[in-house]
């Protein structure tokens, strides 16, 4: 990776506190040890103690700074979505401030640079969370491998290197509220895994609750995958089955025998098995219809209240390409039409 190589990195703040000017530092810092032009893309996903006059004075101290204020708290991966909207860069680095450590970004550029697309960063370890969470991680990641065939990589975070071929591709694949870490696997590019270890959490999404959890996972199944439609439907045709099979024993009963005792348990156990796969298959049938309903209705994920820059600007002659040495060098010579000379 050359030293022209345009390099953003997008980082979603939410009420950061004291961190922000080192991190803000350290970035710059980093980027400009190899590269000419870069730029750092601080989303604030609707922080609500982020003073204006902070914000102010790190745009007039630092250099190529964009700040990207979103209209209200969105969520960590929301706020990643609406700054590589906007990122400029050649490759595009997106990390956790706070929790991932900006000294593995030339990592992560050099693995770009050896011909990955997508570059996923990978705890070592998932200290700090939760039994509950570290337990429900392994059953979900196991599920969405084998039954769901979806290739999540275990423990990835949002710390990723992505170039600007996989930044199309997943503009085009864009849905209402589908998870970052799920459609960048179906872009198809070759992909490379870099572990390592966090070194805190965020203030934005690490510390989830048992609810939350277990919506990112339902959201992440029921908006790849008819999987679960497919379970409840083979439980209710089942369910169905066994009500048949019992009302054609009920009716060989009645002719083969004289006296036939009432049944209330039995009939009752079976009305309450068959209510609880018709009301199962309901509430699976109630979410699908719920998020497809959603999707119609092409609202955007994310809105923009507001946009600043530092003082110092980013070269505006730089184009968004990655330079090629097999290419002829690019022209601002204007082109003028034969007719019209």
């Known amino acids: 990776m050359t030293r022209e190589t345009f390099v953003s990195v997008v980082a979603p703040i939410y009420n950061p506190g004291d961190f922000l000017e080192p991190f803000t530092r350290g970035v710059g810092d980093i980027l400009s040890r190899d590269h000419r032009y870069y730029e750092l893309i601080l989303v604030d996903d609707g922080s609500t103690s982020l003073d204006p006059a902070r914000v102010r004075r790190l745009l007039d ?11 209200r708290h969105l969520g960590e991966e929301q706020a990643i979505l609406a700054g590589l909207d906007v990122a400029l860069g050649d490759h595009v680095i997106t990390l956790a401030p706070g929790a991932d450590p900006p000294e593995l970004i030339p990592e992560f550029l050099a693995a770009a640079n050896e011909g990955a697309d997508v570059v996923f960063g990978v705890r070592t370890s998932r200290r700090g969370d939760p039994w509950w969470l570290r337990l429900g991680a392994g059953f979900f990641y196991g599920y969405v491998r084998r039954v769901l065939d979806l290739e999540l990589p275990a423990n990835a975070t949002h710390f990723r290197c992505l170039s600007r071929q996989a930044i ?3 503009a ?3 849905r209402g509220r589908t998870r970052l870490r799920v459609f960048t696997t179906y872009v198809g590019f070759a992909p490379r895994f870099i572990a390592y270890e966090q070194v805190g959490a965020t203030a934005i999404s690490h510390s989830r609750t048992p609810s939350q959890a277990i919506g990112t996972a339902m959201a992440i199944v029921m908006d790849n995958s ?3 439609l497919r379970l409840v439907a083979s439980i209710g045709l089942a369910a169905a089955s066994l009500n048949l099979l019992y009302a054609i024993y009920v009716i060989v009963v009645y002719v083969m025998r004289s006296q036939v005792a009432p049944g209330w348990a039995t009939l009752s156990l079976t009305s309450a098995a068959q209510f609880f796969a018709l009301a199962l298959m309901i509430a699976v049938l109630c979410e699908y219809v719920g998020r497809l309903s959603m999707r119609l209705q092409d609202m955007p994920s994310y809105y923009v209240r507001g946009e600043e820059t530092s003082a110092v600007m980013l070269d505006s002659d730089r184009r968004n390409v990655v330079n090629d040495p097999e290419l002829p060098p690019m022209t601002t010579e204007r082109v003028v039409p034969r007719d019209a000379r």
């Open 61 to 71: 101290t630092h250099a190529n700074v964009r700040v990207l204020r979103l209209s």
């Open 168 to 170: 199309h591709a997943l």
């Open 172 to 174: 085009q694949l864009r």
């Open 226 to 228: 008819p999987h679960p």
